[in-house]
């Protein structure tokens, strides 16, 4: 069965798609200046688009799991994933959150950083349909794999262009564009993250959320 966090990712391809084709089209500026002509340019990204690009986005994007990915953008290796700090840091700092309803409406809210992700999830598949926590949901799972894409590509784009020929500026040059793009993604991820964290908590403080029924 396909799920909603399956469905959100099958929506942010197109984007993911946008981002390699951005790279490739960077990548051909070190290897063959001369395609730099608007409509060869333009071809070319269109004919990678419809073809490799989302085959090579899925393999990338596929290579890591959720916590590793959370890992490179949160930095962490132990509970990195944004719920982990839902109740102890995310909610107390959001203004919309009221934290004596949210106790009163979920009962006792969990210190433990595992504990906090456990709960924190069983509230997200309790609020799962909400639009703002589906449109948080689907930003945090874009810029999550956008940065995890593009951390593969700082040591792969380099040994390309090595490969290719490229004089060693350029792979400097390029090897420090994707790391750039990495961290900016990685600090996007980061606050989609605590968006969709605290998105989910601002239903539960302000409505007391029936459990759903078991399938």
Not at 8 to 21: E, F, G, H
Not at 25 to 31: C, D, S, T
Not at 57 to 67: A, I, K, N, R
Not at 177 to 206: D, E, K, M, P
Request: net charge positive; glycine share 4%; charged share 15%.
């Amino acid at each position: 069965m396909k799920t909603r966090s399956d469905a959100l990712k099958a929506s942010n391809i197109k984007w993911l798609v946008s981002l390699a084709a951005l790279d490739v089209a960077v990548v051909l500026l070190f290897i063959a200046p001369e395609l730099v002509d608007p409509r060869s340019l333009t071809a070319l990204l269109r004919a990678s688009a419809t073809s490799f690009l989302p085959v090579a986005v899925l393999l990338l994007s596929g290579l890591l799991s959720h916590e590793a990915k959370a890992r490179l953008v949160y930095w962490k290796i132990a509970n990195p994933l944004p719920g982990s700090a839902a109740f102890t840091k995310h909610a107390p700092a959001d203004a919309r959150i009221d934290m004596k309803a949210l106790s009163k409406n979920v009962g006792g809210l969990p210190t433990d950083p595992g504990e906090q992700n456990a709960k924190w999830y069983r509230l997200y598949r309790q609020a799962d349909a909400d639009p703002a926590v589906v449109h948080a949901h689907k930003m945090y799972l874009m810029y999550r794999d956008m940065a995890a894409m593009s951390l593969l590509l700082v040591p792969l784009v380099p040994a390309a262009l090595w490969y290719a020929g490229a004089p060693p500026a350029s792979r400097w040059i390029a090897g420090g564009l994707f790391a750039l793009q990495y961290v900016v993604c990685a600090i996007n991820a980061r606050h989609s993250g605590t968006r969709f964290v605290c998105n989910v908590l601002a239903v539960h403080s302000t409505t007391k959320v029936k459990a759903k029924a078991a399938p």
